[in-house]
């Protein structure tokens, strides 16, 4: 009877470590397999996440090439537009600088002929203006005989009407295409400055008839000069 306890019981722990050594068999199988697993997601997972990190380093390598490629084109772009703009803008200076000049020069010809004109028209009207003022001053003297109040008016007629002669005489004189002109009376001699070129006979013969007709002057008596 022990004996078949003790053959009993040595069959049970048999059985027993049998058990036990098939448990730890697949527990450790199934720890190699979940290690394994484990090992290759985590592989796959490294691999992709250098696979994304070698993309996104390509991708910001790229941009940025590009960004760099883009701001250099514009810097090039804009030293060009900037040299161009300043080459036009001092070929423009240069040119507005040339016609002012060009103008000045011209203008100062032509400053210079028209004030003489203005200025000697202003100078003869002063001139009639101060001399009808001392004969006016005659004629408002007490002390003056009458004979002389009667010279004196008469003087201020002729002065008048030597005025307005003058005056018709030159506005006729422009309308036969003379640009301007001005006309002195000094005693018995008429002067004519004309304005601009030499005048030819036929605009001589028109100057001295309307001269002879308006102020009653004979052709000899009439000088014609002129100023360019």
């Known amino acids: 009877m022990k004996t078949i306890k003790k053959n009993q019981v040595v069959v049970f722990v048999i059985g027993l470590m049998v058990i036990a050594a098939g448990y730890l068999s697949f527990t450790n199988n199934s720890s190699e397999n979940m290690m394994e697993t484990s090992a290759t997601v985590n592989s796959e997972r490294i691999a992709g996440i250098g696979d994304a990190k070698l993309v996104s380093a390509n991708i910001v390598q790229t941009n940025e090439i590009n960004v760099n490629s883009v ?86 007629s002729k002065l008048n ?33 004309v304005k601009g070129k030499d005048c030819s006979k036929e605009e001589i013969a028109q100057i001295q008839n309307i001269i002879t007709r308006e102020m009653q002057a004979d052709i000899a008596d009439i000088h014609i000069m002129n100023k360019k």
């Open 71 to 156: 701001n250099t084109m514009l810097q090039n772009t804009n030293t060009l537009e900037e040299n161009i703009t300043n080459t036009l803008e001092n070929q423009v200076n240069e040119t507005v600088e040339e016609v002012e000049q060009n103008v000045v020069a011209t203008n100062s010809d032509v400053i210079s002929t028209d004030e003489y004109f203005t200025s000697s028209r202003l100078e003869r009207e002063n001139m009639y203006s101060k001399r009808v003022e001392n004969y006016q001053n005659i004629l408002n003297n007490t002390d003056v005989s009458e004979s002389q109040k009667k010279s004196a008016q008469e003087e201020i």
């Open 161 to 193: 009407n030597e005025q307005n002669a003058i005056m018709i005489a030159e506005n006729l004189i422009k309308t036969k295409g003379i640009e301007d002109l001005i006309i002195f009376i000094n005693e018995d001699s008429i002067n004519v400055i």
